[in-house]
């Protein structure tokens, strides 16, 4: 079971740190990432990192999100820093548990959570 936390409203230029809580590892090896959802818009990646400590971000995101993890506390984090109107979404957390290697397509994960709510306005 994975958990969002930390989503909320900010005014453009700002940050804010969401986290997603993993109740179990069922593999030392994973891959996680972090997708985001516009009511009639198709689920993208922000941000994936795998067991091996790889990232990847897609370039509308790259230099201003990243992803962590605290593996004592079975935790993924996204920093998000200077935000801007569009990255208003609905915010997941997903994960696959036996593979490696990162990636930000939604269908190579298994697992996700409920959603944490962003909104950036202008």
């Known amino acids: 079971q994975l958990v969002e936390s930390g989503g909320g409203s900010v005014q453009a230029g700002g940050s804010l740190r969401l986290s997603c809580v993993a109740s179990?590892?069922?593999?030392?090896?994973?891959?996680m990432g972090w997708f985001r959802q516009t009511p009639g818009n198709e689920r993208e990646g922000v941000a994936s990192?795998?067991?091996?400590?790889?990232?990847v971000y897609p370039d509308f995101v790259l230099g201003r999100f990243t992803i962590s993890r605290d593996n004592a506390k079975n935790s993924l984090y996204l920093q998000m820093n200077s935000l801007k109107p569009e990255d208003t979404a609905m915010y997941y957390c997903?994960?696959?548990?036996?593979?490696?290697?990162?990636?930000?397509?939604?269908?190579?994960?298994?697992?996700w959570g409920q959603g944490t709510q962003v909104t950036v306005s202008s």
């Open positions: 179990d590892y069922p593999s030392n090896i994973y891959r």
């Open positions: 997903a994960a696959r548990y036996g593979v490696i290697g990162t990636s930000t397509t939604p269908s190579l994960y298994t697992h």
């Open positions: 990192l795998d067991s091996a400590g790889s990232t």
